[in-house]
């Protein structure tokens, strides 16, 4: 029995031992549990700290903190949003909403400014084209002051390029016909272009054919000497223009007078003799002359004795041709 006891004694002596050895252990466990709960911590919060190191952060990270240890482990249960400010330029963020991290916008289009290199071509969007029309009244200047794109409406028609131009001469050619051109232009419309002339040797009225704004009238033949013409313009609306008085000359072309005797420039008295004035054109009218009077042209005539006779072919007092006989 004493044995017995003994041996009770030592298994009770060891359950004893156990026991403590458990509770030792279970002391022990607790720290190291805690410990591990914040060496993860740690390591989750010096990685934030890294990347963010702002109070935002921090604040993030206090939080997690207190639920760390509420909860008994070390993972962040949240996702940190983009923050202003955190130095880094977030997905969300632009150099508007957050210049402190993005970077600091310089000039550009866009940023509705008109800036030094920009203009309305180049960037529209900040800067605004200057109208191109200030609406006014329509006065007759060449210009579309009302800005509805039509240039002088309700003015007369104007003239340009008059073809032959006043003053122009030309040389006689038989056959030949001359045109008459004036280009008008009128923004209501050109209804009839007429041309008052004096070709035919009076007055007269014709009306004149175009192509395009180009109005032209056609003569055919023209004797030599002066002429005066005109061309009136009335558009749709009834408003009327004129040129103004345009001259044209027609000079007659060259002509070689000639003076011949027959039978020869010495003859005997009694013979009769044929002195003839002849021009090279017929725009030419010869004049036979003998000691400065007009005589029949030619002159057949058996002359009185004397020592000479002189005979002049003219064209008018301007050109001659003398001879002696
Ligand atoms: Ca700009
Ligand atoms: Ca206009
Ligand atoms: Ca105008
Ligand atoms: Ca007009």
Redesign the pocket.
Same mark, same amino acid.
């Given at each position: 029995m004493r044995f017995k006891n003994r041996k009770q004694s030592s298994n009770n002596f060891k359950k004893g031992i156990f026991a403590v050895i458990l509770l030792v252990a279970a002391v022990l466990l607790i720290p190291l549990n805690t410990i591990n709960t914040k060496n993860n911590f740690a390591e989750e919060l010096n990685v934030n700290s890294v990347n963010t190191d702002s109070l935002q952060a921090k604040s993030a990270a206090n939080l997690f903190n207190s639920q760390s240890k509420s909860l008994g482990y070390g993972y962040l249960p949240f996702v940190i949003a983009a923050t202003c400010g955190d130095l880094t330029c977030d997905t969300d963020e632009d150099a508007f909403s957050c210049p402190e991290d993005c970077a600091t916008p310089g000039? /550009? #289009?866009? $940023?509705? /400014? #008109?800036?030094a290199n920009?203009n309305p071509n180049t #960037?529209p969007s $900040?800067c605004i084209a200057p109208p191109t029309c200030i609406p006014s009244t329509e006065i007759c200047d060449g210009i579309d002051n009302n800005c509805d794109s039509v240039v002088d409406e309700g003015c007369s028609p104007t003239s340009s390029n008059v073809n032959p131009y006043s003053g122009s001469q030309v040389t006689y050619s038989n056959g030949q016909s001359y045109s008459f051109k004036v280009q008008w232009q009128d923004s209501d419309g050109i209804s009839i272009v007429t041309i008052a002339h004096n070709f035919g040797g009076s007055q007269a009225t014709a009306t004149a054919s175009n192509s395009g704004n180009i109005y032209t009238f056609l003569q055919p033949g023209l004797s030599a000497g002066s002429y005066i013409w005109k061309q009136t313009a009335t558009d749709n609306n009834g408003n009327s223009a004129v040129t103004g008085d345009i001259s044209f000359i027609v000079n007659k072309a060259p002509s070689t007078l000639t003076l011949t005797v027959a039978p020869s420039n010495t003859i005997t008295f009694g013979t009769p003799s044929t002195v003839t004035c002849t021009a090279s054109t017929a725009q030419v009218s010869p004049v036979l002359k003998r000691d400065g009077t007009a005589v029949s042209n030619p002159e057949v005539a058996a002359l009185d004795a004397k020592t000479s006779y002189s005979y002049t072919c003219e064209e008018k007092a301007v050109r001659c041709s003398n001879v002696n006989r």
């Open positions: 000039p /550009f #289009c866009g $940023d509705n /400014f #008109c800036d920009e #960037c $900040d």
